[in-house]
């Protein structure tokens, strides 16, 4: 079995697609016909067959043109990729926790062998087969947050805990949604969320902070965010934006379907055991307009978010330019019949 | 002084003296006219475990004598900040625990000798900081990450890549800068008008 | 979603007297497997079941965080406590299968120090035994001072002076050896930061001493459990489960809550982590409240207790619970 993993590009000829298998188990984000702010974070614990939540860390069919995608962008820019010096013991927890994670979940494609410290890891997707020291830096070609981020998809931010808050340390950010991990390293929870609009004044962020700061090892917590992305270019950074931002004048109503997509960051919240830091895996799926109006359900819901979406949202995600062309042309998807309450498609 | 705004815009306060067996000043400009005003509210022998670092700069010459008459342990008067900053470093790498910071000017100069402190170990937010003077600021370039010093105008040109850029009230202490993003990335074609509004 | 942490069974698998007050215990999983990882300054909750009563006591872990095959905890006696440290002490024997919860670390090393330096009085030398492991593994720079009324009452003084040598100062109190504060936070170079473990006097004279000297709070860190004090017995009514308790005088408040069938969220049980912070809905009478968590106007405002340490003496008091 195991996965069939595509070959596909998320830049110049944008290839990427999801099979028809990948866009059932696709995490749409929104339970109800609308959306607003909300500490809506849930225990990450493992979930149905077929869907995101299946295993704790999801690897999918993306996977190995994802890793390719983001060895590209470190090449061109390595400050994506950054750890001040206290935190390279949470690299080493991170190092561990993901292993495991691949290698529990998915024995088809990873395996890890311990032997006190003596480690063995294989990881045969991108042809890797490694043996280290753990807790060694100098027996692996990278930090180890790079080298084992470099092998998982998604974005990482490793979190220090100090003085009741937390300060992002640590990170790698290739597949961002237009924030600058360089600018904002050594910033705390509240810093690095400044630019977010109103969540602040709901209080959203205290309440936020308070929870992941008692998360507990062995008790994950996840969360789910969304945006929107011209073309499926996963490295949508401030870095390279005088290079993107231009795409988001191309949106017109007869490529709105290929062009235009949902992009949903799951967020997952770890407490790291030997650092007492905590680790947010972030990562992101992207669909295109065609494949999510496969399922009416996605359809007409997702046209009456984006309608009703306010408008300090809307300019702070970046979709205003091309707002009003995707909801008329997912208006042809919805003939207002009610939606049934919950994610999965009908 | 600077209006309210988001949370990662610094936020700085009213020098006040602290408990502590050293003190360090750093200042520019018209921060000297907040050390002379803590100066009054401090307890008698404050100044002789100090050192005062002094940069006047354009507009801060006629402070000097008033410093000095602090009769501080040490007292530096330097041509500029970047000649300031080593000086600072070395003292931050010889100091004690107990030694206290206080800064205070420009933006730019707090920037800086927070980034000092910081590297040497020292949190930012046991620093005292009294902003006084001009509020021209350093920007970061998200794009080309060059720094632009003295930036006065919204929009900015990039001193380093040419690019125009938005400067935002996002501040990273560790850069001791405002972030500058393109502002006409999406039609290049639009061209806003610059206006001096950091003075 | 309540805090809290998941429950582990183990064997005790040793038990070791270090001296006249103090008995080491440790712990290996029942299933053969190895523990958590923790961090140094970790803690571990565990469950004494005494006949028909359970205790819930916080205890350092005191073994290396670098070696999870075993857990292990220092004990010291308290004749006049509310009977956990008895119980541990007299009924605990090797064989016997206990329940713990996992670590949480409430006295986290801050990595960015250039220097730690620690400050232990008494049993307070539990957590840097974790600490020191963990620093010593990665070569860091740490220095220990512990305080102790007698030699023989310097629990594992001569551990730590034969792994780090020139690192440990012990002042030995029947000697008349005193630490040197004031030298000591005089002489430290910047970026150093302050840990405490300790008798709540020995905090409190040290993080005063550190202030005055102008050590800032964010490097001052002390762990400062208080554990739950015997009282006079009282009543409490429980609002939102609509249920009359009894708290005895060797019960907390938070244990006889949970004798109710209640289970409010806990992480440290020791006034600290405020996980168990409880509204009062109504009280006639006075508030003991012995916690680090509420501020000083919220103890007076009545609007709150932490079950876990404080305590009531009045005609009533309504919670929300």
Redesign the interface.
Known sequence: MGINFRKETFRDDFSFRNSPEQIRRFPFPFHEDGYMYAVN???HTPGPKNTVFEHLIDVDEHYVSEMEDRAQVLAEDP?RCQS????T?AGW?LL?LLMIQKAESYPEHFSLTRDGDKWHWVNRPLGIDDHFTF?DVSTLPYGPMEYITRQSQGDFCVL????GNLWMDAGIVTTQADW?L??????NF??????VPLA?EMGIFNRALK?LT?I????P?RRFNWTMTINPRLDTS?????????D??TVTPDNVGQKVHLRVELQSFWRL????ALVFPIRCYLIKMDELVTSPKWARRFHRVLRDLPNELAEYKGLT?YRQTVVEWLSQYDDGAPTSSGFGPD | MTANSILSRPVYGTLSPQPGRNHLFVADAEGAAAILDMAKAAPKGFFADAHIIFVPGDTGAHYVEALKSLQAARFYEGPSTAAALPRLRQTLATAHMGLRIYLAGTEGLIGLAMQAAMEAGFDHASIQTEHRGSLARRIQCVHCKGITENVTTQPATCSHCGLVLLVRDHYSRRLAAFQGVCINAEDPTEIPQAEEIFR | MSAGTSKIDVTVTDVVTVNELVKRFHFRRADGQLLPTFSGGAHIVVEMRDDDRTRLNPYSLMSSPLDTRDYTISVRRDDTGRGGSLFMHQRVKPGMGMVISSPVNLFSLDLRARKHLMIAGGIGITPFMAQTSQLSGDGSNFELHYTCRTEALGTYADVLRARYGRRIHLYRDDQGERLPLEQLLASQPLGTHLYICGPAGMIDWVRRTAAEAGWPDDTVHFEHFAAPQPGKPFDVTLALSGKQIHVGEQQSLLEAIEAAGIDPPYLCRGGVCGQCETKVISYDGKFLHNDHWLSEEEHRSGCKIMPCVSRFDGKSLVLER
Not at chain 1, 160 to 163: A, E, G, T, Y
Not at chain 1, 273 to 276: A, E, F, L, Q, Y
């Open positions: 974070i849930e225990p400050l001040l010096p206290h935190m013991l927890d561990e807790g220090d805990q100090r003085d600058s360089d600018f904002d390293i050594g910033m509240f810093e690095w969320h400044a630019p602040h929870f008692n507990q090892q062995g008790q917590a401030p870095e390279n934006y005088h290079k993107w931002g231009v988001r004048t055991p030997r650092s007492n330019r």
